[in-house]
């Protein structure tokens, strides 16, 4: 179909408009991926043997900041919730559940949490860390 202009007919398609709204949405897309992916801000110990967390999405992530404020993948639970919590989406549904605490958490919080783990009927827990760099004999980087 041709549309019809002073002195005759215009027969090309302008693709202009189309190339400049598909480089504005993949620079929004470029932009907010990474965001998509950002969890809780925890850091993490280190150890020698570490594999990668998994990236499909029969898993969740259990994080307790060094303040001890808990977060399952990134939405916020209370210690009393946990194992309601954890029972209805993690063992009801099948998933796998990974904990990620934060390295100033006192150790005593630790076990607690993984105690409401168990108690939820989580048989299988993976804990996440960091690799560990280059450390010298007192465990300090260089």
């Given at each position: 179909?041709?549309?019809?202009?002073?002195?005759?007919?215009?027969?090309?398609?302008?693709?202009?408009?189309?190339?400049?709204?598909?480089?504005?949405l993949?620079?929004?897309?470029?932009v907010?991926?990474?965001?998509?992916?950002?969890?809780?801000?925890?850091?993490?110990?280190?150890?020698?043997?570490?594999?990668?967390?998994?990236?499909?999405?029969?898993?969740?992530?259990?994080?307790?900041r060094?303040?001890?404020?808990?977060?399952?993948?990134?939405?916020?639970?209370?210690?009393?919730?946990?194992?309601?919590?954890?029972?209805?989406?993690v063992?009801?549904?099948?998933?796998?559940l990974?904990?990620?605490?934060?390295?100033?958490v006192?150790?005593?919080?630790?076990?607690?949490?993984?105690?409401?783990?168990?108690?939820?009927?989580?048989?299988?827990?993976?804990?996440?860390?960091e690799?560990?760099?280059?450390?010298?004999?007192?465990?300090?980087?260089?």
């Open positions: 179909m041709a549309i019809k202009t002073g002195g005759g007919f215009l027969n090309e398609i302008n693709v202009t408009p189309f190339v400049d709204v598909m480089l504005v993949l620079i929004i897309f470029m907010t991926a990474p965001l998509m992916t950002q969890g809780v801000e925890v850091d993490l110990p280190t150890t020698r043997t570490v594999k990668n967390l998994p990236q499909d999405s029969e898993h969740l992530v259990l994080s307790i060094g303040d001890g404020i808990m977060f399952l993948d990134e939405y916020q639970v209370a210690e009393e919730d946990l194992e309601g919590h954890l029972t209805r989406l063992a009801g549904q099948k998933k796998q990974f904990l990620r605490a934060d390295a100033a006192p150790y005593g919080t630790v076990v607690r949490v993984m105690g409401e783990i168990k108690a939820a009927g989580i048989d299988r827990l993976g804990i996440v860390a690799e560990t760099r280059d450390l010298n004999k007192q465990g300090q980087k260089k």
